[in-house]
């Protein structure tokens, strides 16, 4: 299975399963993952979800092979766009909240899709970048939660060199909630899922809407 999916309490932990592409995201990863987040917004059983990633690192983003041998598709390339978007809106148009539980690499439309998460839990050994500049690629999927988060100058640093980010500096410039050992990465992320789930999903569909409607999400 390319998604896990495991409950924890209240909390639903979905984990990217693709560890031997560094979970990459497919089309059939954004399927399951859209899918999954759709599932847990319906289930009354789930309060909170978490999203993490099976092996090495968190994601790799988006999956290169897959988007070369769609390269000569136009029908297969615009499904895969429209896959694209919707697995990056989806945990931003839920009520209820989802933590993004990250470590090792957190690269490209991966770390777009943690930024799209209501909090971020890093270990110690993330490290983010967005490269899509290296690869000759237009960064319109990553762009609009990098200006959110970081704001004009230091989306262009990040997008025009591609450098590293590590936890602490993903701290210290807001990207990421906490900072924990890896060790420690899931226990926290969890009880910080169901802590913000308290006061239920009608209350935090009203907190989503506000920070939407400010133009900060």
């Known amino acids: 299975m390319i998604l896990l999916s495991e409950m924890r309490g209240s909390v639903l932990l979905l984990r990217l399963n693709r560890p031997e592409r560094r979970n990459a995201l497919s089309m059939a990863l954004c399927a399951a ?5 759709r599932a847990a917004e319906d289930d009354d059983a789930v309060a ?3 999203l993490a990633g099976e092996g090495a690192g968190f994601c790799a983003g988006g999956d290169l092979e897959e988007r070369r041998l769609l390269a000569d598709d ?3 390339w615009q499904a895969r766009a429209t896959l694209a978007d919707a697995v ?5 148009a839920m009520a209820k909240p989802v933590v993004a539980a990250v470590h090792g690499r957190v690269v490209g439309m991966g770390a777009s899709l943690m930024l799209g998460c209501d909090m971020v ?7 983010f970048t967005w490269p899509e500049a290296r690869h000759g690629i237009w960064p319109a999927l990553v762009m609009p939660q990098l200006l959110r988060h970081l704001g004009p100058k ?3 640093e990040v997008l025009a060199t ?4 590590d936890a602490a500096e993903a701290r210290a410039l807001r990207l990421v909630n906490r900072v924990v050992a890896p060790d420690a990465l899931l226990e926290e992320a969890c009880a910080l899922a169901a802590a913000s789930a308290a006061y239920g999903p009608e209350s935090l569909r009203g907190i989503k809407a506000m920070i939407d409607a400010a133009g900060v999400r």
């Open 88 to 92: 990056l809106a989806a945990p931003g």
């Open 121 to 127: 839990v890093a270990a110690e050994d993330a490290l």
């Open 162 to 165: 591609g450098r590293m980010l």
């Open 33 to 37: 993952l859209v899918a999954g987040l």
């Open 48 to 50: 909170a979800v978490v």
């Open 154 to 156: 230091d989306a262009f």
């Open 74 to 76: 136009p029908a297969a």
